[in-house]
């Protein structure tokens, strides 16, 4: 009895979906942050921010997020990661990049009015992010005084 070939299309297709599919859990896997000398670039998941420390208000740890009316993104477990409404004002829009639900939060105001939730799945890394922000605003500040 002879087998029945598959053919090397579908072999390819079902390669590279794993490897879609991989990809995909890669990069929502966790927040990926990259440190610049003039900014800080956030990648969580199909998220993609840049944010230069000039435009970034304030800086704050806060344990629970506000009231958010989810515009897209998604929920799962403990993370929470997408772009939310305020439900309060309907117009203003909040990024949640939230690997652990239960650790605090860095809030960021930047634009004078737009607001960012991010932590990392570490507590101790959430912590160093934030120290790191906060020394950065502090230097901008410095320099922007006579």
């Known amino acids: 009895m002879k087998g029945k070939k598959r053919h090397w299309f579908w072999n390819i297709l079902i390669v590279l979906t794993i ?3 991989l990809l995909s859990f890669l990069a929502h896997y966790k927040n990926w ?3 610049k ?3 800080i670039e956030i990648l969580s998941g199909v998220y993609y921010m840049e ?3 000039k435009t970034i208000n304030e800086v704050s740890m806060v344990s629970k ?5 989810r ?9 929470e990661k997408g772009i939310f ?14 690997d652990n639900l239960h650790h605090q939060k860095i809030r960021l105001t930047y634009n004078d009015s737009l607001l960012l939730f991010i932590n990392l799945s570490d507590s101790v890394k959430t912590k160093e992010l934030y120290l790191y922000l906060e020394e950065k605003i502090d ?3 410095i320099q922007l005084i006579p």
Not at 71 to 79: C, D, H, L, R
Not at 85 to 98: G, P, R
């Open 85 to 98: 409404k305020d439900s309060l004002n309907e117009e203003k829009l909040v990024y949640v990049y939230v």
């Open 51 to 53: 944010l230069p420390f």
């Open 139 to 141: 230097a901008q500040e």
């Open 19 to 21: 490897i879609v599919c």
């Open 37 to 39: 000398a003039d900014s």
């Open 71 to 79: 515009k897209n993104g998604f929920s799962a477990w403990e993370k």
């Open 33 to 35: 942050i990259w440190k």
């Open 65 to 69: 997020i506000p009231s958010l009316v």
